[in-house]
């Protein structure tokens, strides 16, 4: 059996870390002896970790140690004494296997052992649309990034795109390979059958599900939807995510005068009877890599609406599996108006991400896995 050490920061209710648990769910416990180390002991998904995990090993309990020790000290000051003796005194044993499985700084764990036999990084972000995308590509930001994936015996990408973004930057020299995110279709399936205590409206239901940060690009669905509103439209926009946006945007949304056709619903920890139970799934990210939530919005067979960038334009292959705008505010708006007034409209791309959710497959992605962890 065969010992395998997963590493992420924390299990906070984004798309990496619900990867991560709908892959240790899937996982064959009888093949793999799986350790879980997490950064922080923080997030919605902690109490979804499986039994089957062998150990849980936190690294630190609280927030403040962890931006002490991590952010400050060792990536900001390179001290990485302090860093490097707590990693050593909470993970002791060795391992056939280590997989850092959201690149950080988390991933050095992987090079402060010397008991691991096999080291793996797996990347869940698009480099060039980053908000810091200038200090992936100079200096000694980018050296150290190259000496991390140089020592690792693979990197792992969630998309094609990902993969050809990071090789635009870094360059070939390394051992790659993409694997599609754990999706589970049965399980998201099962899941939206959870009855909803909400009454329906009677309008034209959008959903959009993510964090409430930047990169998610709702700033633009807030003003889209006020031009939207003036045009008479009926519809409605529910927004499933917390971040440290929302007090900006619910002041945008009372000084907008919105607040009926648009709310924010907060983190839901099973967002499926809400995405079932909606007419149209939207994204309007600026960067992504391959999310989650719009491969599992297919699965549902919701028609949907992305913004063109990496990872959403390739699950609807450049917008024959779904509408694909550009980054502006007029092209949101023309498709979410077609959405709105043509059930034509609606019922072709419902059609289109059924056929498109037939690329979700657990156990290509098992068979994947398996093979590098070989």
Request: positive net charge; aromatic residues 12%.
């Amino acid at each position: 059996m065969k010992k395998i050490l997963f590493i992420i920061p924390s299990l906070k209710g984004g798309g990496a870390e619900r990867v991560l648990i709908n892959l240790l769910q899937k996982i064959d416990f009888n093949k793999y002896q799986v350790d879980l180390c997490v950064g922080v002991k923080k997030g919605e998904y902690l109490n979804e970790i499986p039994k089957g995990v062998n150990n849980v090993i936190y690294l630190f309990k609280r927030s403040i140690w962890e931006k002490l020790f991590i952010s400050l000290l060792y990536r900001d000051l390179e001290i990485n004494f302090f860093y490097k003796r707590r990693i050593l005194s909470k993970l002791s044993q060795g391992y056939d296997v280590g997989v850092s499985f959201l690149d950080s700084a988390w991933s050095d764990i992987l090079l402060f052992k010397n008991n691991i036999k096999k080291k793996i990084v797996w990347i869940h972000s698009s480099y060039s649309t980053n908000s810091n995308f200038y200090k992936y590509t100079q200096g000694r930001y980018k050296q150290k990034r190259m000496e991390r994936y140089s020592k690792m015996d693979s990197i792992v990408f969630v998309s094609n795109e990902a993969k050809e973004d990071f090789v635009s930057i870094y360059g070939q020299s390394y051992k790659m390979e993409v694997i599609y995110n754990m999706i589970s279709p049965s399980e998201v399936v099962q899941k939206s059958k959870e009855p909803l205590r909400i009454s329906q409206k009677q309008s034209i239901q959008f959903i959009a599900v993510g964090s409430l940060l930047p990169v998610k690009g709702y700033d633009r669905l807030l003003r889209v939807s006020k031009k939207l509103k003036e045009d008479g439209l009926n519809f409605h926009v529910s927004i499933l995510g917390k971040g440290h946006l929302q007090k900006s945007f619910v002041k945008m949304i009372n000084d907008m005068d919105i607040t009926e056709a648009i709310s924010l619903e907060g983190f839901k920890s099973n967002p499926y009877p809400y995405i079932k139970q909606a007419d149209v799934f939207i994204m309007t990210s600026v960067s992504e890599a391959l999310p989650t939530v719009l491969c599992e919005a297919m699965i549902l067979e919701k028609p949907v609406i992305v913004t063109n960038c990496c990872g959403c334009r390739e699950i609807v292959d450049n917008g024959q599996f779904g509408i694909m705008v550009e980054q502006n505010d007029e092209m949101l708006y023309k498709a979410m108006k077609e959405m709105i007034l043509n059930k034509a409209t609606r019922e072709k791309y419902s059609q289109l991400s059924k056929l498109r959710a037939t690329l979700f497959n657990d156990k290509e992605v098992l068979s994947k896995i398996d093979y590098i962890f070989a």
